[in-house]
């Protein structure tokens, strides 16, 4: 078995994924006084990570002022909702390192609808990038994260649904997730997540052993068809790992 595009990188633990994770991402921290932009990603996979990110050296180390934060999707609840994949990050990293607040791109989430919202955030990207059509010389993130949901979902791309087929728009409205929590969604297309010089995927834990087993099979699934202009990189702990493999 092996993954369809992309490395696999199999590690002990949780706390082994945040600190790879986090070197990984801090490779591409240079130079210094570059704008480096990342996506993050929500569920309980990256938590370790964005606990990581808010302590020594990180909090530090990392020049924060030319880092831009956005997000590949969020739940349609208040900001202040437990629910909120912005509320998530901001709790565990971002109100604790020195980010100015015109940095973080958060997904809105009191428009008239998930789809006004997307229209919103997609004006947001647009204005970021400086253009409304992707250059394939000039990414949009440096970094983007991905998590894998047990029915094979990304971000908030799910099964069956129309989003997978969205060629144009940056930005989309998800009215039915397909998965729980069921909440209306604002999620970044395939070709927005793409445009990316590291797509990092963190995937935790044993009740990920069965859909990584059918990642690693090939199998047509929302997380399978996400691709990357730079590096696509599965990062996997050895308990979400189908099979014994060696720890890097
Ligand atoms: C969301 C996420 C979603 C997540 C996966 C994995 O808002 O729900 O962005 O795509 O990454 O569901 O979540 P866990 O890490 O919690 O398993």
Known sequence: ?????????????????????????????????????????????????????????????????????????????PQDDRLSNFGAAQRLLLEHV???SGNIHAIPTSAASPEEAARQYEAELHRFYGAERLDPARPIFDVVLMGVGTDGHTASLFPGQATLEE?????????????????????LTYHAL???????????????????REVLAGADLPATRAHAWGNLVWLVTRDAAPERRDVA
């Open 98 to 100: 020195p980010i100015p």
């Open 194 to 212: 793409a445009a990316t010089r590291e797509m990092l995927f963190l995937v935790d834990g044993d009740g990920k052993r069965q859909v990584m």
């Open 167 to 187: 060629k144009d728009r940056w930005v989309v409205g998800v009215t039915q997730a397909g998965l729980a929590p069921f909440v209306p969604r604002v999620t």
């Open 1 to 77: 078995m092996g993954l369809p595009r992309g490395k696999l990188i199999v590690v002990a633990n949780a706390d082994a994924m945040a600190r790879t994770a986090a070197e990984r991402i801090s490779a591409h921290l240079r130079p210094r006084d570059r704008r480096f932009a990342i996506c993050l990603t929500g569920g309980s996979s990256p938590e370790g990570l964005y606990e990581l990110l808010a302590t020594e050296p990180y909090r530090e180390a990392w020049p924060w002022k030319h880092i831009h934060v956005f997000w590949g999707d969020d739940r349609y609840v």
